[in-house]
Nanobody, 124 residues
Protein backbone atom coordinates (compact mmCIF):
# COMPACT_ATOMS: atom_id res chain seq x y z
CA UNK A 1 0.00 0.00 0.00
CA UNK A 2 1.16 3.53 -0.76
CA UNK A 3 0.92 6.38 1.71
CA UNK A 4 1.01 9.95 0.41
CA UNK A 5 1.35 13.09 2.50
CA UNK A 6 0.96 16.54 0.92
CA UNK A 7 2.35 19.77 2.32
CA UNK A 8 2.97 23.33 1.23
CA UNK A 9 -0.54 24.65 0.87
CA UNK A 10 -1.55 28.04 2.21
CA UNK A 11 -3.00 31.44 1.40
CA UNK A 12 -1.47 33.81 -1.13
CA UNK A 13 -2.51 36.83 -3.12
CA UNK A 14 -3.16 36.64 -6.84
CA UNK A 15 0.09 36.58 -8.77
CA UNK A 16 1.92 34.81 -5.97
CA UNK A 17 3.55 31.40 -5.86
CA UNK A 18 3.39 28.23 -3.81
CA UNK A 19 5.18 24.90 -4.00
CA UNK A 20 3.34 21.76 -2.98
CA UNK A 21 5.19 18.63 -1.95
CA UNK A 22 3.99 15.05 -1.71
CA UNK A 23 6.05 12.50 0.18
CA UNK A 24 5.40 8.86 -0.69
CA UNK A 25 6.08 5.63 1.15
CA UNK A 26 5.15 2.02 0.51
CA UNK A 27 5.17 0.92 -3.13
CA UNK A 28 8.31 1.60 -5.15
CA UNK A 29 7.90 5.28 -5.90
CA UNK A 30 10.18 5.34 -8.91
CA UNK A 31 8.01 2.88 -10.87
CA UNK A 32 4.80 4.91 -10.59
CA UNK A 33 3.45 7.85 -12.48
CA UNK A 34 2.28 10.61 -10.13
CA UNK A 35 -0.40 13.21 -10.47
CA UNK A 36 -1.94 16.27 -8.89
CA UNK A 37 -5.68 16.89 -8.85
CA UNK A 38 -7.78 19.60 -7.23
CA UNK A 39 -11.31 20.08 -5.99
CA UNK A 40 -12.75 23.57 -5.74
CA UNK A 41 -15.75 24.22 -3.47
CA UNK A 42 -18.89 22.82 -5.04
CA UNK A 43 -17.07 21.38 -8.03
CA UNK A 44 -15.82 18.04 -9.26
CA UNK A 45 -12.26 16.85 -8.76
CA UNK A 46 -10.17 18.06 -11.70
CA UNK A 47 -6.91 16.88 -13.17
CA UNK A 48 -4.03 19.35 -12.79
CA UNK A 49 -0.74 17.68 -13.79
CA UNK A 50 0.97 14.33 -14.15
CA UNK A 51 4.53 13.08 -14.45
CA UNK A 52 5.87 9.74 -15.65
CA UNK A 53 7.88 7.34 -13.52
CA UNK A 54 11.26 8.77 -14.47
CA UNK A 55 10.15 12.37 -14.87
CA UNK A 56 10.78 12.45 -18.59
CA UNK A 57 7.17 13.07 -19.54
CA UNK A 58 4.70 15.56 -18.10
CA UNK A 59 1.23 16.71 -19.00
CA UNK A 60 -0.88 19.61 -17.75
CA UNK A 61 -4.45 20.78 -17.75
CA UNK A 62 -4.93 23.72 -20.10
CA UNK A 63 -5.95 25.93 -17.18
CA UNK A 64 -2.52 25.64 -15.53
CA UNK A 65 -0.22 25.17 -18.51
CA UNK A 66 2.64 27.67 -18.45
CA UNK A 67 2.03 28.53 -14.79
CA UNK A 68 2.43 25.22 -12.94
CA UNK A 69 5.35 22.79 -13.09
CA UNK A 70 5.31 19.21 -11.84
CA UNK A 71 8.59 17.51 -10.94
CA UNK A 72 9.81 14.57 -8.92
CA UNK A 73 12.85 13.46 -6.96
CA UNK A 74 12.94 9.68 -6.91
CA UNK A 75 15.81 9.66 -4.44
CA UNK A 76 13.55 11.47 -1.97
CA UNK A 77 10.30 9.71 -2.93
CA UNK A 78 8.75 13.13 -3.42
CA UNK A 79 6.74 14.83 -6.14
CA UNK A 80 6.34 18.60 -6.34
CA UNK A 81 3.96 21.09 -7.88
CA UNK A 82 5.40 24.57 -8.37
CA UNK A 83 2.54 27.01 -8.83
CA UNK A 84 3.28 30.48 -10.16
CA UNK A 85 1.07 33.38 -11.22
CA UNK A 86 -1.70 32.05 -9.05
CA UNK A 87 -5.26 33.16 -9.72
CA UNK A 88 -8.32 33.16 -7.45
CA UNK A 89 -9.77 30.36 -9.59
CA UNK A 90 -6.86 28.15 -8.48
CA UNK A 91 -8.37 28.07 -5.00
CA UNK A 92 -9.03 24.41 -4.15
CA UNK A 93 -7.93 21.44 -2.12
CA UNK A 94 -5.01 19.88 -3.97
CA UNK A 95 -4.50 16.13 -3.91
CA UNK A 96 -1.45 14.08 -4.76
CA UNK A 97 -2.03 10.65 -6.33
CA UNK A 98 0.04 7.60 -7.23
CA UNK A 99 -0.71 5.49 -10.27
CA UNK A 100 -0.29 1.78 -10.78
CA UNK A 101 0.97 2.69 -14.27
CA UNK A 102 4.41 4.14 -15.10
CA UNK A 103 3.25 6.54 -17.81
CA UNK A 104 1.40 9.84 -17.45
CA UNK A 105 -2.28 9.50 -16.54
CA UNK A 106 -5.02 12.14 -16.53
CA UNK A 107 -8.02 10.21 -15.22
CA UNK A 108 -8.61 9.58 -11.50
CA UNK A 109 -9.43 5.93 -12.14
CA UNK A 110 -5.83 5.23 -13.14
CA UNK A 111 -4.64 6.20 -9.66
CA UNK A 112 -4.94 3.87 -6.69
CA UNK A 113 -3.53 5.92 -3.84
CA UNK A 114 -4.43 9.45 -2.75
CA UNK A 115 -3.17 11.89 -0.18
CA UNK A 116 -5.36 13.71 2.30
CA UNK A 117 -5.20 16.99 0.41
CA UNK A 118 -3.80 20.43 1.13
CA UNK A 119 -5.74 23.68 0.90
CA UNK A 120 -4.63 26.42 -1.48
CA UNK A 121 -6.41 29.76 -1.23
CA UNK A 122 -5.71 32.61 -3.64
CA UNK A 123 -7.18 36.01 -2.86
CA UNK A 124 -7.71 38.80 -5.36
Amino acid sequence: QVQLVESGGGSVQAGGSLRLSCAASGRTFSSSAMGWFRRAPGKERDFVATISWGGGSTYYADSVKGRFTISRDNAKNTVYLQMNSLKPEDTAVYYCASSRYPTTQTTPGKYDAWGQGTQVTVSS
